[in-house]
């Protein structure tokens, strides 16, 4: 490989391991000058990598979301951990099997012989605890048409048919009418949290049951959700149910995260989509600095929102992990 292709490809890595990049840093992490820099920049947008410039004092660039998927650059180990969370949920994850099958697919194809030998000897099988839920399966397409109309604030109508407990005969319901709020996670399945029009009261429908309509309605301004949290409101209408609110400690974060990939690993916290990578997650724990391991384990950046001793928890383990990894062996 030649130096300016090594190089390009080293920009390209930089770019995607953080949000930022001030143009004097990024000279200097290369080992160039500036103008290399520039030059190099300007060769990967006609990569087609869209890569925008950053203004402000020092200046910078941004690798942004573009409208075409350019090729991806994957080091050893990303590669080799790709292929584990693929694996993980072809086999693993309700509803995504068959695409995260293809996605390992395709990645496969694309690398290079020394790496698809050393990934072709990795295999791994997800298997469930005893006693684990199995939710229903739920195609992505349907988490992406709910989430879009949850966020574009848009009435949504869809058929919703009759539980297992209704009675033989019974006629099919209409369409139901709703102003969706919140997609979430609990035990293991999906739900739509919404108010419906026709009933003129707060719902929580279970997303395996749904089968939206075309077209979506009309834009609506959000109501307030009785008492202004989605996870005491989720936890009130299964009341009974294990969740966050079975715990002596009780805390709330945000995961740079997809909603979908926290829920696999989630069965008695409560998440909630914010985006298509980032969601907020409730969990319960027996102990602050226990529970906030437990949320380290999902190896996303962490905001946490509450409470106070949740964060001096993180705290704390910080100044544990740091001193463990400066200690040296006696």
Do not use: N
């Amino acid at each position: 490989m030649s130096t300016t292709s090594a190089r390009l490809l080293s920009l390209l890595s930089l770019l995607q391991a953080r949000r930022d990049w001030p143009g004097a840093l990024l000279a200097h992490r290369l080992g160039v000058s500036g103008r290399t820099v520039r030059r190099d920049v300007d060769r990967l947008r006609g990569l087609g990598y869209p890569i925008e410039s950053v203004k402000g004092p020092d200046g910078g660039y941004r690798l942004g979301a573009g409208s075409a998927l350019p090729p991806l650059l994957f080091d050893d180990e990303q590669a080799v951990a790709l292929t584990v969370a693929l694996q993980t949920a072809a086999t693993g994850v309700t509803g995504i099997e068959e695409a995260a099958a293809r996605a390992l697919t395709t990645v496969r194809q694309v690398m290079p012989a020394r790496l698809r030998h050393r990934v072709d000897a990795l295999r791994v099988v997800a298997v469930g605890r005893a006693g684990d839920a199995t939710g229903p399966r739920v195609e992505p397409s349907l988490l992406m048409t709910l989430s879009a109309a949850v966020h574009a604030r848009v009435e949504l109508r869809f058929d919703y048919p009759p539980g297992p407990t209704a009675g033989p005969g019974e006629a099919v319901p209409p369409p139901r009418r709703t102003q969706p709020h919140h997609l979430v996670t609990w035990g293991g399945r999906w739900y739509l949290v919404a108010w419906d029009l026709d009933r003129d009261d707060w719902r929580t429908f279970r997303v395996d049951r749904i089968s939206p309509r075309t077209p979506t309605g009309p834009r609506f301004t959000p109501r307030e959700l009785p008492g202004g949290d989605v996870a005491a409101f989720v936890a009130g209408r299964f009341a009974g149910a294990a969740g966050p609110g079975d715990w002596p400690c009780r805390g709330e974060v945000i995961l740079d995260l997809p909603a979908r990939t926290v829920s696999t690993w989630t069965r008695d916290g409560l998440v909630e989509e914010l985006r298509p990578d980032r969601c907020r997650l409730v969990l319960g724990g027996w102990s602050w600095p226990g529970l906030a391991a437990v949320l380290g384990r999902y190896d996303a950046d962490i905001e946490v929102v509450g409470p106070p001793e949740l964060r001096a928890a993180f705290a704390r383990l910080a100044r544990r992990y740091a001193a463990a990894a400066q200690a040296t062996d006696r």
